[in-house]
């Protein structure tokens, strides 16, 4: 069955330093997408990043990254240079069929 | 802002009675997707809609409807409401073909219902 899953509930990072945020997924399908969104304490949600899963290099938008690693089935997004405006809330997600499977997501704080 | 907009913002209304959230996709986005956002389910998707055609159908509760008109808006009716059915209810859209996500889903704001 697919399936993504973030393992890390809460994470804490200094202003202008790199964090990673853990994703995993499962899948039997070999044509995917992995996304990550972003949800602010205001509620709406802010697409960041796509990777497909047929693509030869890493995705990068900005200070995002995503560390795709097929073989380990993992989507990692790598935010560069920490900003107080980064705190929320991070969704991983996959394409199955003709929608999206979130994860439960990972809360990122981050402090100056 | 991603183009895509939703209406009401807030709703708040009684066990037992019936509501419907509107939206309308980004100019030019032929599919339109439903999610239900709580603190104990996660985002779960609800309904798929491609050019006015039910496309995919997820979690969606039998008393709960959707649909597309010709001018791609959409709207979501819930009856019957119980007092689980509190959530936030996204919207989003997308230029994809609607058979398997590879362009990104662009949500509106939300609406969220509170049945009490």
């Known amino acids: 069955a697919q399936k993504i899953t973030q393992t890390q509930p809460g994470m804490f990072v200094q202003e202008k330093e790199a964090v990673t945020l853990d994703c995993t997924y499962d899948?039997?399908?070999?044509?995917?997408?992995l996304f990550w969104y972003k949800q602010p304490s205001s509620g709406e949600m802010i697409f960041l990043i796509y990777?497909?899963?047929?693509?030869?290099q890493n995705a990068t938008e900005g200070r995002y990254s995503l560390n795709f690693q097929k073989a380990r089935k993992s989507a990692n997004l790598v935010i560069s240079a920490s900003q107080l405006g980064d705190s929320a809330m991070y969704f991983c997600?996959?394409?199955?069929?003709?929608?999206?499977?979130f994860g439960k997501g990972t809360t990122l704080s981050v402090s100056s | 802002d991603s183009g895509v907009t939703q209406t009401p913002k807030h709703l708040i209304t009684a066990t037992g009675q019936r509501v419907t959230l509107r939206c309308s996709p980004r100019?030019?986005?032929?599919?339109v997707y439903w999610y239900q956002q709580s603190l104990d389910q996660g985002l779960q998707f609800l309904i798929q809609?491609?050019?006015?055609?039910?496309?995919a159908k997820g979690n969606i509760l039998e008393r709960f409807s959707a649909q597309q008109f010709p001018d791609l808006h959409s709207e979501l009716n819930l009856s019957s409401l119980e007092l689980g059915d509190s959530a936030l209810y996204f919207c989003?859209?997308?230029?994809?073909?609607?058979?398997?996500?590879?362009?990104?889903?662009?949500f509106g704001n939300g609406t969220r219902l509170t049945v009490t």
């Open positions: 989003a859209s997308s230029d994809g073909t609607g058979r398997a996500p590879n362009s990104p889903l662009h």
């Open positions: 990777q497909g899963s047929y693509d030869q």
């Open positions: 997600a996959m394409s199955v069929g003709a929608a999206l499977i």
């Open positions: 809609y491609y050019n006015g055609e039910e496309r």
């Open positions: 100019s030019g986005d032929l599919s």
């Open positions: 899948t039997s399908d070999p044509s995917y997408g």
